[in-house]
């Protein structure tokens, strides 16, 4: 379950949709829901009995999600399995889509046919292909059950929706996922870094703010999260640098922002984090 920090001032909370206007169901596996949230706004933790994709179309949100946190442009779509309580706070104003997907008790994947396996029954970042972006835009957001549908809409809902699980079988998982701890002080300290990532660049920084030893610190990471600070700032760096990147910043200045020597330093980073080259992983979908 997430477990919510004290919300920052000024962040106004919303509740969920109601979900039952657009629960997917074998007859009608693929449903999708719009939403446009301003800037500073949660949807108040909830979770559902069929599994999710959450597209942000425009915009940046961030979701939470058992044990991790995803930073989330757009145009790329974050998966989140049946049951898991989830928490979607907005960065910047933002247009969310998101896909309900009907699923059989004993398949994890999308749907209920091929691709399933193991990967699927955790919270993952996804590539929205062209294909799947231009699905997501033509399926009807206004088709929420609450009325009888005309047996054309409903024919073009389950193609189109085909075509969509089709895409996220095949869509390339994305190395973006920020786990954090359950004490409170390492997570207090976790997501002040998580809200400006470049505020200080080493741990003693950041552990002066908690008034806590560097060593215990460091000592709580290893417990907690089963990493060093290092990597896992690093992490938080570069889906900060995937947010800068969809606003259009030069890769130039979006490793000045979060605090790197050279463009060259920022790129070793982004290879060894991701494999791809700076120009591929933050190329304009």
Same mark, same amino acid.
């Given at each position: 379950m997430p477990r919510? &920090?004290? !919300?920052? !001032? %000024?962040? /106004?909370?919303?509740?969920?949709?109601?979900?039952?206007?657009?629960?997917? +169901?074998?007859?009608?596996?693929?449903?999708v829901k719009l939403r446009r949230l301003g800037p500073d706004t949660e949807i108040l933790p909830h979770s559902h009995p069929w599994a999710q994709v959450a597209i942000s179309i425009s915009g940046v949100a961030r979701i939470t999600a058992g044990d991790h946190t995803y930073l989330v442009p757009a145009w790329r779509a974050v998966w989140i399995p049946p049951g898991i309580e989830h928490v979607v706070t907005v960065l910047e104003q933002a247009e969310l889509r998101t896909l309900y997907i009907h699923q059989e008790p004993d398949r994890p994947?999308? =749907?209920?046919?091929? %691709?399933? &396996? @193991?990967?699927?029954? /955790?919270?993952?970042?996804?590539?929205?292909?062209?294909?799947? !972006? #231009?699905?997501?835009?033509?399926?009807?957001? +206004?088709?929420?059950?609450?009325?009888?549908?005309? @047996?054309?809409?409903? #024919? !073009?809902? @389950?193609?189109? =929706?085909e075509l969509a699980l089709d895409e996220l079988r095949r869509a390339a998982p994305v190395r973006l996922g920020i786990e954090l701890p359950r004490?409170?002080?390492?997570?207090?300290?976790? #997501?002040?870094?998580l809200r400006n990532p470049s505020?200080?660049? /080493?741990? #003693? %920084?950041?552990?002066?703010? +908690?008034?806590?030893?560097?060593?215990t610190v460091a000592r709580l990471f290893r417990q907690q999260l089963d990493t060093s600070f290092g990597p896992w700032r690093q992490q938080v760096l570069l889906a900060h640098a995937l947010r800068l990147a969809a606003q259009g910043r030069p890769m130039a200045l979006i490793a000045a922002d979060l605090g790197y020597a050279s463009p060259s330093a920022f790129s070793a980073m982004v290879r060894r984090a991701v494999g791809q080259p700076p120009s591929r992983f933050f190329a304009p979908r």
């Amino acid at each position: 379950m997430p477990r919510s &920090s004290p !919300r920052p !001032r %000024g962040r /106004s909370a919303v509740p969920p949709v109601d979900p039952q206007r657009f629960r997917p +169901t074998r007859q009608r596996p693929v449903r999708v829901k719009l939403r446009r949230l301003g800037p500073d706004t949660e949807i108040l933790p909830h979770s559902h009995p069929w599994a999710q994709v959450a597209i942000s179309i425009s915009g940046v949100a961030r979701i939470t999600a058992g044990d991790h946190t995803y930073l989330v442009p757009a145009w790329r779509a974050v998966w989140i399995p049946p049951g898991i309580e989830h928490v979607v706070t907005v960065l910047e104003q933002a247009e969310l889509r998101t896909l309900y997907i009907h699923q059989e008790p004993d398949r994890p994947g999308p =749907g209920v046919a091929r %691709g399933d &396996s @193991a990967a699927w029954r /955790s919270c993952r970042v996804l590539e929205v292909s062209s294909l799947l !972006r #231009e699905l997501v835009l033509q399926m009807d957001v +206004t088709m929420d059950g609450a009325s009888a549908l005309p @047996a054309a809409a409903l #024919e !073009r809902e @389950a193609r189109l =929706g085909e075509l969509a699980l089709d895409e996220l079988r095949r869509a390339a998982p994305v190395r973006l996922g920020i786990e954090l701890p359950r004490d409170k002080r390492l997570r207090a300290l976790c #997501e002040a870094v998580l809200r400006n990532p470049s505020r200080h660049a /080493s741990l #003693e %920084g950041w552990a002066r703010e +908690t008034a806590a030893s560097p060593r215990t610190v460091a000592r709580l990471f290893r417990q907690q999260l089963d990493t060093s600070f290092g990597p896992w700032r690093q992490q938080v760096l570069l889906a900060h640098a995937l947010r800068l990147a969809a606003q259009g910043r030069p890769m130039a200045l979006i490793a000045a922002d979060l605090g790197y020597a050279s463009p060259s330093a920022f790129s070793a980073m982004v290879r060894r984090a991701v494999g791809q080259p700076p120009s591929r992983f933050f190329a304009p979908r």
